[in-house]
């Protein structure tokens, strides 16, 4: 969902009386409520550096369109 980083490498918090914990500075939150948490924290930061939206799919690049084949009728 969204990835956030800390200058404590371990810093811990609580969702809903569970503990989680930040693992080499980085954390990736994957529900709501841990980002509502991470969000009031201020030893932690979103990560800016990568897209937060992860549930997207990549889209296709548009077809290129070709010139069609010139033909020749005279002999």
């Known amino acids: ?5 800390s200058r404590y490498p371990e810093l811990s918090f609580y969702v809903d ?3 989680r914990k930040f693992s080499g500075g980085v ?4 529900s709501a409520a841990e980002v509502a ?3 009031r ?4 930061e ?3 550096e990568e897209p937060a ?3 997207e799919e990549p889209k296709a690049p548009a077809p290129t369109k070709r010139k069609a084949n010139a033909t020749s009728s005279a002999k």
């Open 37 to 39: 948490v991470l969000n």
């Open 27 to 30: 954390y990736e939150a994957k």
């Open 17 to 19: 009386g569970v503990e």
């Open 41 to 44: 924290l201020s030893d932690a």
């Open 1 to 5: 969902m969204a990835k956030y980083r």
């Open 53 to 55: 939206q992860v549930d």
């Open 46 to 48: 979103p990560d800016t």
